[in-house]
C-alpha cells in the first residue's frame, strides 16, 4: 500500500494570517492524483483542492492553494487569511490510476481569534 | 441533491450482534467506498466497488461484508460485531474519470460494547 504522510497531528494560526500544512507521500508511480480533504467538526468530508501529477501549476481554489513538489514528492496546504470557519481536520489523500485513495492521518487546526 | 446518504448515523450494538450500514448515491457514480475512521489513524479502506457487480477487499476488511445491490447502493455488513469495530464508518463514492475525487456522506457513529 501507498503511503501518505502528515507529521503536524496539530497546528495553530492567528485569524487572518497565513498557515502551511505539510503531506509527503510514497510511491513509484509517475501518473498520480493528490487531493486534500476538511473534515469540520460536523463530521463531513469536504474537498477542498486537487492536484494532478502531470501539471507543473501548483492547483489554487480562492484562498487555499498547494505547493506540489513532485520529485521530492511533497504536497503541501497553504492556507492564506485564515478564517474562524478554516478550523477543522485536514486530510491529505493520493491516487493513482486505479481506484484506490490513501490517506495520512490527519492534522488539526485551530484558528485563534 | 442529496448527494451520498447513509442510515443510520448512530448505532448501539452488543458484542456479537449483527448490523448493515446501508448507502445510496444520487449522482450515477459507478465507484464506492467503505472507510472507517479511527483517532490518529486517519480513514481506511474497508472494501470498495470500482463498478456494479464487483467488489474488492481494501486494507481492513476482516470482519466485514459488503454488497453492491445496484448502481446506487453499497452496504456494508458485520455479522458478529466486537468492540475493535467502535469506529466512524464512511462511505464514499466516485464518477470513473481519472481526476474525480471522492464524494463522502456523514457518516456512521458505531459502537459496540
Known amino acids: 500500500a501507498q503511503t501518505v504522510t502528515q507529521s503536524q497531528p496539530e497546528m495553530s494560526v492567528q485569524e487572518a494570517e497565513t498557515v502551511t500544512l505539510s503531506c509527503t507521500y510514497d510511491?513509484?508511480?509517475?501518473?498520480?492524483?493528490l487531493f486534500w480533504y476538511k473534515q469540520p467538526p460536523s463530521r463531513q468530508m469536504i474537498l477542498v483542492i486537487r492536484?494532478?501529477?502531470?501539471?507543473?501549476q501548483n492547483a489554487t481554489e480562492n484562498r487555499f492553494s498547494v505547493n506540489f513538489q513532485k520529485a521530492a514528492k511533497s504536497f503541501s496546504l497553504k492556507i492564506s487569511d485564515s478564517q474562524l470557519g478554516d478550523a477543522a481536520m485536514y486530510f491529505c489523500a493520493y491516487r493513482e490510476t486505479g481506484n484506490q485513495f490513501y490517506f495520512g492521518t490527519g492534522t488539526s487546526l485551530t484558528v485563534i481569534p | 441533491n442529496a448527494g451520498v446518504t447513509q442510515t443510520p448515523k448512530f448505532q448501539v450494538l452488543k458484542t456479537g450482534q449483527s448490523m448493515t450500514l446501508q448507502c445510496a448515491q444520487d449522482m450515477n457514480h459507478n465507484s464506492m467506498y467503505w472507510y472507517r475512521q479511527d483517532p490518529g489513524m486517519g480513514l481506511r479502506l474497508i472494501y470498495y466497488?470500482?463498478?456494479?457487480?464487483?467488489?474488492d477487499k481494501g486494507e481492513v476488511p476482516n470482519g466485514y461484508n459488503v454488497s453492491r445491490l445496484n448502481k446506487r447502493e453499497f452496504s456494508l455488513r458485520l455479522e458478529s460485531a466486537a468492540p475493535s469495530q467502535t469506529s466512524v464508518y464512511f462511505c464514499?463514492?466516485?464518477?470513473?474519470?481519472?481526476?474525480?475525487?471522492?464524494?463522502f456522506g456523514e457518516g456512521s457513529r458505531l459502537t459496540v460494547l
Open positions: 510511491t513509484s508511480e509517475s501518473d498520480y492524483y
Open positions: 466497488s470500482a463498478s456494479e457487480g464487483t467488489t
Open positions: 464514499a463514492s466516485r464518477r470513473r474519470a481519472n481526476t474525480g475525487e471522492l464524494f
Open positions: 492536484q494532478e501529477a502531470y501539471k507543473q
